[in-house]
């Protein structure tokens, strides 16, 4: 039953697809027109390139005067012939296109110029600006892929000085000391060490001066100059990087352009009708509706429940005739079954009588607006329990 209701939504929804494309379908191709906007331009795609015609910058259809007009712009080469760019007579959109005109519209120079930047790095050992914009160079040639050549100057104040890197080194801190007024040159009056900018620095050599003498004719005090170092580390730039812009106008040389606008007058163009579509239409509403008739008068309209241990189990489907209404069961004896039938065909089979043959004796019954009815079939006897239609 589902599956005559899945036939019979596919087959109307085709038949109504059908019904309503195929007759437009139709309907157009009697008299297909074309509603041209002003200014509106149609896609390029829409117009295939046509041979060696160059491939179109604009397409546009407009409407003068009651006639439709189909414009196409190029833009070549200075020195092409316009009358190369015009093409063979074309149908478009229902219409039929015939060369009407060829207008020049404008021509470009045989030159152009633009504004170029460049960026340019050197490596240099010392951060002088002077020294690196030497190694720079004021003016810097420049060529292009795209034919632009001239002359770029550099502009100083974008020089930008950056360390490359660092590396270690290794240097000696000094230090002197002077210890005056002293008795005697005792080196032990004079400290191993010291501390200069934080790094202690050790003794390593000792001047001593006589500041003065006795009568005696001995030193009356000395002065001593102590000498003191001590190795230390440090970084420094190992070389830097110098990055500037050049700039300037730079040139190139065309062979310069034309723009033409091709004009095509359009006259429509009238199709005949064709009748095939809808004879297939027909054929295949017609096949769908005979496959949904056989369908349906071969459809089951019985189910037969067999009772096992008191619970009815589905035994077969059956289609029984609405004419001749003979339930066939020779195979079932002494059994209960339950048969259930379609709530269509029960409605139809009101004031009929229903024969079920059985192994031993047939039995008979009206159903009298019911769909389910048990039967017990034995040899001896025939009992019956009903159960109405509940819609």
């Not at 007759?23 to 829409?46: C, F, K, M, R």
Request: charged share 20%.
């Amino acid at each position: 039953m589902k599956k005559a209701k899945y036939l019979l939504m596919l087959a109307v929804g085709a038949a109504m697809t059908i019904a309503i494309a195929v007759p437009a379908l139709a309907d157009d191709s009697l008299n297909i027109t074309v509603e041209p906007i002003q200014g509106t331009p149609y896609s390029h795609h829409e117009i295939a390139q046509q041979n060696h015609v160059p491939f179109p910058t604009d397409i546009q259809i407009t409407q003068q005067g009651g006639r439709n007009f189909l414009h196409k712009t190029f833009t070549v080469p200075t020195g092409v012939d316009p009358n190369e760019l015009v093409e063979a007579d074309f149908t478009l959109g229902g219409y039929r296109y015939r060369h009407s005109n060829t207008m020049l519209r404008e021509t470009t120079p045989d030159s152009s110029s633009k504004t170029a930047m460049e960026t340019r790095t050197v490596d240099s050992e010392t951060n002088e600006r002077a020294a690196i914009i030497a190694m720079l160079g004021s003016r810097l040639p420049y060529s292009d892929e795209y034919g632009y050549t001239g002359e770029l100057l550099l502009l100083p104040e974008t020089l930008t000085i950056s360390e490359a890197g660092r590396t270690s080194y290794t240097y000696i801190v000094s230090d002197v000391r002077q210890f005056e007024n002293l008795a005697d040159n005792d080196m032990a009056r004079i400290p191993e060490t010291t501390v200069k900018n934080g790094l202690a620095l050790s003794l390593q050599s000792v001047d001593w001066e006589v500041t003065g003498w006795q009568t005696s004719g001995l030193p009356a005090g000395y002065t001593a100059i102590a000498h003191y170092s001590a190795p230390a580390t440090g970084t420094r730039a190992s070389g830097y990087t110098a990055t500037a812009i050049f700039s300037g106008e730079v040139t190139r040389e065309l062979a310069g352009e034309s723009t033409f606008t091709i004009v095509y007058e359009g006259e429509q163009v009238i199709i005949p009708f064709n009748h095939i579509p809808l004879l297939v239409a027909g054929l295949i509403i017609a096949g769908c509706l005979v496959a949904l008739i056989i369908i349906w008068r071969l459809r089951k309209n019985l189910e037969v429940y067999v009772y096992q241990a008191g619970v009815p189990e589905l035994y077969s489907k059956m289609r029984v005739s609405l004419k001749r209404p003979i339930i066939e069961l020779r195979q079932l004896s002494d059994v209960e079954v339950r048969l259930m039938f379609d709530k269509h065909f029960a409605k139809k089979l009101m004031d009929q009588r229903i024969f079920v043959v059985s192994k031993f004796r047939n039995t008979r019954f009206d159903l009298n607006g019911m769909r389910v009815v048990d039967l017990w079939l034995a040899g001896d006897q025939d009992s019956k329990k009903e159960e109405r239609l509940d819609d």
